[in-house]
């Protein structure tokens, strides 16, 4: 099929990469737009495209388009990228594919579910003369790699309204160049190792931002990898350096004169390889028929008459863009680099600028609570990890619940309340705060913290407010009556209790039902298939013992489980705030690897992640449940939200219980 190209911009790139695809046998451009009619005119008059567009929009919803190139500033990838997608066009988007590591997430996330092919452009990827260093590398000729350095530099004289010095565009160094010699690195050590790509474990950088641009105008970085190889990196905007590739092994070096815009016109590139012992310098040519930017564009022309919804290495794959768009990340916070767009008082819009809303059909199941009249999300995110972009696809499967306290690191509760303000969604959220921690756990503390989470939050009230734990030397009247007279003020709609025992809770709500006042609605002890081993944090509950699920399904009290995948333990992964000691001390026993076992085999007899299984054994309980999951990628929620594709049958959850 050829395919008939829409392109996005009428910037140089986007000339340039308008000229490839007339040499292209298997594509052809059709339309183009701009934000000004005349541009888009005279954009077309030069390459002869019919269709000539003043507005983005119009673009990507021609039904006469296949497929998107994106090629306008870096600051408006992410929303085009995803409108496209929704529209249904395939995309090749400019590096990089957005600013950081979590747009590109939201925007592979909406290829995928709308299922259109999505490559970014790293157009020296495509080119035979990096499948030849890959192929040199391989052989060894060089022994073993141990030092990668990475240039590309070049001096511009544009002021700071132009989009490679505009802070609003997203401008810089880093972004527009560095990413080029970050994916190289890692390619290079990926292979050099046997692998395709590597990640590096250490990552310092340092660069100038301009007083004026507020951008990296200049930078370097050194990137260390687990093999040991090391990439010296270095880029800029307003100093010329020899933008190339040097390679540094046991048995010699390679030169790649010309490593990112190889052959741009389809001539000859050359690949220099010096072995020491042998004193001399061998010249190793790369022919090509086709001009770079063509082959690029036929290489997506391939893949997508394949069938694929991505490319394949050495093309940039979606997990090696989402892989260099971390290191990009790093290397920015390392030298004090943050857009204003990317402030979290500054993300009033989803990254796509369109309001937040529900999807009319999510895979989500609600709950209730007695006295409490809104519906709940079965899960529930937790904010410790507080990202916006993971908040948003979460709000939009349907989850409407929100775990935070006053003690969490990151400050949690203030940015969940900037999300919730700026997406304008108060109503719409149910919030499950807690206060009171210890040593700070009694009504005066209860009361101070939960006014300064009011005001963290910036909302008039809480739905859900929780004591984080309990102090047996104050009796439950003196919480049950603090509690109450919050409630009455409006302030908190209903109260429940994070790590109190059976017996507290009971004499609890003894005491309010004689006093004709509320007890507690609800519970947040811990809950999973596995059972805590040893407790790492003092004064906590866990409720998967067989007495308190006995309690909970007499009682029917809600339970808001946390830690309800177990830290990650049943796929072995840990939190960062764990180390290998404390994970060991509190998951590690026989039952629990036993019981690892079994939801592996359970999961490749339905066909599901272990964790699919894991919390649906949760979900499956005979009493109100609600999970608290803690998820750090979009992937990670869409993997909790297959848990409502299965149901576990009794027996099936007797057999997890090792019953």
Request: hydrophobic fraction near 40%.
């Amino acid at each position: 099929m050829k395919l008939k190209w829409g392109i996005l911009g009428t910037g140089g790139i986007c000339k340039t990469f308008a000229e490839g695809i007339n040499h292209s046998e298997n594509g052809e451009v059709i339309a183009v737009a701009s934000r000004e009619k005349e541009k888009a005119e005279k954009f077309g008059d030069e390459f002869n495209i019919p269709l000539r567009f003043a507005d983005y929009e119009k673009l990507i919803n021609n039904n006469k388009v296949d497929i998107v190139y994106i090629g306008i500033p870096h600051s408006l990838h992410a929303e085009w990228a995803i409108k496209s997608a929704r529209a249904k066009k395939h995309i090749l988007c400019e590096k990089p594919l957005t600013l950081n590591q979590y747009e590109a997430m939201r925007v592979i996330e909406e290829a995928k579910g709308n299922n259109v092919f999505l490559m970014e452009a790293f157009m020296y990827r495509c080119h035979p003369q990096t499948e030849k260093l890959i192929e040199i590398l391989k052989e060894k000729i060089i022994g073993d790699v141990f030092i990668i350095d990475a240039a590309f530099s070049f001096r511009t004289n544009v002021d700071i309204t132009h989009r490679l010095l505009n802070h609003y565009l997203a401008g810089g160094g880093i972004l527009d160049v560095g990413c080029y010699c970050v994916s190289m690195s890692r390619l290079i050590a990926g292979v050099a190792g046997g692998k395709q790509i590597e990640e590096p474990i250490e990552i310092k950088g340092t660069g100038v931002i301009g007083k004026e641009s507020r951008v990296d105008e200049e930078a370097c970085a050194l990137l260390k990898f687990p093999s040991g190889i090391m990439a010296k990196l270095s880029i800029g905007l307003k100093v010329r350096q020899d933008s190339v590739l040097k390679i540094y092994g046991t048995e010699g070096w390679i030169l790649v004169p010309e490593p990112w815009i190889p052959a741009r016109n389809g001539e000859k590139t050359k690949i220099l390889i010096n072995k020491y012992d042998k004193n001399m310098t061998e010249e190793i040519t790369v022919e090509t028929k086709k001009p770079l930017y063509t082959i690029e564009a036929d290489t997506v022309a391939k893949y997508i008459n394949m069938g694929k919804k991505e490319a394949i290495f050495p093309a940039m794959t979606l997990e090696d863009t989402l892989r260099n768009m971390k290191v990009l990340d790093t290397w920015k916070k390392e030298i004090g680099l943050v857009y204003d767009m990317e402030k979290e008082e500054n993300q009033i819009y989803t990254i796509y600028k369109i309001p937040l809303k529900i999807k009319k059909e999510t895979k989500m199941k609600y709950g209730n609570i007695k006295g409490f009249d809104k519906p709940i999300s079965k899960l529930v995110m937790g904010t410790m990890i507080p990202l916006h972009v993971v908040f948003d696809h979460f709000f939009e499967n349907g989850g409407n619940c929100f775990d935070t306290a006053y003690n969490y690191d990151m400050d949690s509760e203030k940015k969940l309340g900037l999300w919730i303000k700026n997406r304008g969604i108060r109503k719409d959220v149910v919030i499950l705060d807690k206060g009171a921690h210890t040593p700070f756990c009694n009504p005066e503390d209860l009361t101070k913290q939960l006014y300064e989470s009011l005001n963290k939050m910036q909302t008039d009230y809480i739905d859900i407010y929780m004591l984080h734990r309990d102090n047996p030397e104050i009796p439950v009247g003196e919480f049950i009556d603090v509690l109450n007279k919050h409630k009455n003020k409006g302030i908190i709609k209903t109260f429940g209790v994070s790590n109190w025992t059976i017996k507290r809770i009971e004499e609890a709500n003894a005491y309010a039902k004689s006093k004709n006042l509320s007890g507690f609605s609800c519970i947040s002890n811990n809950f999973s298939l596995a059972k805590i081993v040893q407790s790492i944090w003092p004064g906590i509950v866990s409720s998967s013992d067989k007495d308190s699920k006995i309690w909970l399904k007499k009682t029917q009290i809600p339970l808001f489980a946390w830690s309800s995948q177990a830290r990650g333990f049943f796929v072995r992964g840990k939190p960062d705030y764990l180390s290998d000691e404390t994970f060991v001390k509190m998951w590690y026993s026989p039952d629990n690897f036993e019981k690892q076992k079994r939801a592996k085999e359970l999961a490749e007899k339905k066909n599901v992640s272990i964790t699919t299984i894991v919390l649906s054994y949760v979900l499956s309980q005979a009493f109100p449940i609600f999970a608290l999951i803690g998820p750090s990628a979009i992937d990670e929620t869409k993997e909790s939200l297959k848990a409502f594709e299965i149901q576990l049958t009794e027996e099936e959850v007797k057999y997890l219980d090792l019953e």
